[in-house]
T-cell receptor, first 108, second 116 residues
Framework: EDQVTQSPEALRLQEGESSSLNCSYT??????LFWYRQDPGKGPEFLFT???AGEEKEKERLKATLTKKESFLHITAPKPEDSATYLC?????????FGTGTRLQVFP | GAVVSQHPSWVICKSGTSVKIECRSL??????MFWYRQFPKQSLMLMAT?????????EQGVEKDKFLINHASLTLSTLTVTSAHPEDSSFYIC????????????FGSGTQLSVL
């Protein structure tokens, strides 16, 4: 069964304190691993798609990496505006299967 | 990036009434749209896949007679929650895939439904 597990559930960081979010997955035939950011009461906002092990993508303070079993979202020197829930999803067939997310809070 | 517009953003209704939620792709044609449901502090759960011009495909455990989906055009899908009850209160989010074979899903801003 396709499954996505994210850890930690919640993360509190001081502004400037770098850290990483984990997404472990099992899927039959990975067609893509997606990272989204979701603010309270809003729909998810697309961040990255990764397709193969070893691939990396960056956007501002965020960097996503992918192995055969997991993906990491690295946050370098976060700012309070980076506070949000970060969702990981894998594509299974035509569908996206989401993890439960990591709620990130960055304090000034 | 592509824009998906969802309306309304929130709705309060009485138990037993029906509520319609609209999802529009504004600058692209979406042959496939997806409807998700999200409870507080939980992830998105896929309810159904909507294909333009054909019947929706519902996920296991989702009542198709309660959650009516119509995808009559390449830019519009609607979800109607029929005879809503308090347990239907949730955050409903639609998403669409660019009909040009794009892999990315673009999400609407969500609809918070509260059934009294």
């Amino acid at each position: 069964e396709d499954q996505v597990t994210q850890s930690p559930e919640a993360l509190r960081l001081q502004e400037g304190e770098s850290s990483s979010l984990n997404c472990s997955y099992t899927v039959s035939g990975l067609r893509g691993l997606f990272w989204y950011r979701q603010d309270p009461g809003k729909g998810p906002e697309f961040l990255f798609t990764l397709y193969s092990a070893g691939e990396e993508k960056e956007k501002e303070r965020l960097k996503a990496t992918l192995t055969k079993k997991e993906s990491f979202l690295h946050i370098t020197a976060p700012k309070p505006e980076d506070s949000a829930t970060y969702l990981c999803a894998v594509q299974s067939g035509d569908k996206l299967i989401f993890g439960t997310g990591t709620r990130l809070q960055v304090f000034p | 990036g592509a824009v998906v517009s969802q309306h309304p953003s929130w709705v309060i209704c009485k138990s037993g009434t029906s509520v319609k939620i609209e999802c529009r792709s504004l600058d692209f044609q979406a042959t496939t749209m997806f409807w998700y449901r999200q409870f507080p502090k939980q992830s998105l759960m896929l309810m159904a896949t909507s294909n333009e011009g054909s019947k929706a495909t519902y996920e296991q455990g989702v009542e198709k007679d309660k959650f009516l989906i119509n995808h009559a055009s390449l830019t519009l899908s609607t979800l109607t929650v029929t005879s809503a009850h308090p347990e239907d209160s949730s955050f409903y989010i639609c998403s669409a895939r660019d009909g040009q074979g794009g892999e990315k899903l673009f999400f609407g801003s969500g609809t918070q439904l509260s059934v009294l």
